[in-house]
């Protein structure tokens, strides 16, 4: 890397962090220029969805609570259309990567403003990237006009996530800064901030495995979730995330699951090829070897370590190995499908990336 020849690009957004924030709803949607919103959330974060609702009163039009994965084209034009009827001028996300998703597939047609209030570590809510699934193909496309405008996390509202999926979706964020540190298009600013971002969520994750009410190990994964998401979307991501969209959209694995399985490997990939990233992961996990730690990361604090866990089947391994050598996302090493292979087998079976 040039370390003193680059292009960053700083995206606008107003961050407001704290236990108990979401107390600054009403206040943040007055100042997006905001009088009615529709309220965005999944079946299962139904309650807090029509709580978001009753804090704002008569400025909530409305709650949408039927978000699915992976943004159908049905969904996002039955939520166009519902905010249209009611005449709302700003939608709240309120949930993870899926519930963002949605208000992006709403902002991108309408321009209306997204005030997200995240409950995951997914990272979504910083990045201009959305994705739409139409007969069965995810599309995806970076738009200025889907960024959320602000942005609430309160970490009372994480605290809920169960302890698993706290934990992979802490490692998911963790993979968008490991990417970012070696990434083609890689800054002094976003490798700060990426450090930064992994170190926070490696010191939290333990601390939510240990007591999943801790409110300062909830802030930590948040804080660490803002800037892995930061710098997911700000420069662009490699190996590991080929294979997850891979993973994810061909085979229909579980999205954090699968960011937890492959990230080891996807370093130890990238391992001889980008030195300098490693030595920072490694530091920021505070271990010896970037690609065993995330490994270690993983397995000490339960999470699946193997493909074969999570609904992978052997027989797609090869068929896996050719979507994600074609057309690959530039790499630090470049992609060989052979290598790849090999990668996913080691992954399939959960072996230590040593
Ligand atoms: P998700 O949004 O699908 O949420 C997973 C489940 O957890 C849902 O059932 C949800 O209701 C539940 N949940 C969320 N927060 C909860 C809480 N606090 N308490 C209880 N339950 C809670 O999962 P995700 O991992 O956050 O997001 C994954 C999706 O986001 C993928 O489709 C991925 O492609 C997308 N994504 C997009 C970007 C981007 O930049 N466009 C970035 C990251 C992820």
Redesign the pocket.
């Known amino acids: 890397m040039q370390k003193f020849d680059f292009v960053y690009q700083a995206r606008a957004g107003r961050v407001v962090f704290g236990p108990d924030s979401l107390q600054y709803l009403e206040r943040e949607v007055l100042s997006l220029g905001a009088e009615r919103a529709l309220i965005l959330?999944?079946?299962?974060?139904r309650e807090?969805g029509e709580m978001v609702a009753a804090r704002l009163g008569s400025r909530a039009a409305g709650v949408f609570n039927r978000?699915v994965?992976?943004?159908p084209i049905e969904l996002a034009k039955e939520a166009r259309a519902l905010a249209k009827e009611l005449r709302a001028d700003c939608a709240i996300a309120v949930?993870?990567?899926?519930?963002?998703?949605l208000g992006?597939a709403i902002a991108l047609e309408s321009g209306l403003p997204i005030l997200a209030v995240?409950?995951?570590?997914?990272?979504?809510e910083?990045?201009p990237?959305?994705?739409i699934t139409e007969a069965g193909l995810k599309r995806?496309g970076t738009d200025l006009r889907v960024l959320p405008r602000t942005i609430i996390y309160d970490p009372k509202?994480?605290?809920?996530?169960?302890v698993g999926?706290s934990v992979t979706?802490g490692i998911?964020a963790i993979a968008?800064a490991a990417e970012a540190l070696y990434s083609r298009d890689a800054n002094p600013v976003t490798s700060l901030l990426a450090e930064e971002g992994i170190a926070a969520l490696a010191s939290a994750i333990p601390g939510i495995v240990k007591d999943p009410l801790d409110m300062e190990a909830r802030s930590g994964a948040l804080y660490g979730a803002w800037l892995c998401?930061t710098v997911?979307?700000s420069v662009g991501m490699a190996l590991h995330h080929k294979l997850c969209h891979t993973l994810?959209g061909s085979f229909n694995l579980p999205?954090?699951q699968t960011h937890t399985i492959v990230l080891p490997h996807a370093l130890a990939y990238n391992r001889e090829s980008a030195p300098e990233a490693m030595d920072r992961i490694a530091r920021a996990l505070g271990v010896e070897d970037a690609a065993v730690g995330a490994y270690e990361l993983a397995k000490a604090n339960g999470a699946p370590t193997a493909l074969r866990d999570i609904g992978m089947r052997a027989e797609d391994l090869e068929k896996a190995a050719d979507i994600a050598s074609a057309n690959p996302y530039w790499n630090p090493r470049p992609v060989e499908r052979d290598a790849i292979l090999a990668l996913l087998r080691n992954a399939f079976e959960g072996i230590s990336p040593r």
Not at 95 to 101: I, N, P, Q
Not at 118 to 124: E, L
């Open positions: 959330c999944s079946p299962d974060q807090t978000v994965m992976h943004v949930g993870g990567g899926s519930t963002v998703g992006k995240p409950t995951t570590y997914a990272g979504s910083m990045t990237i959305f994705g995806t509202l994480s605290v809920s996530l169960p999926l979706s998911n968008h998401g997911l979307g994810g999205h954090a």
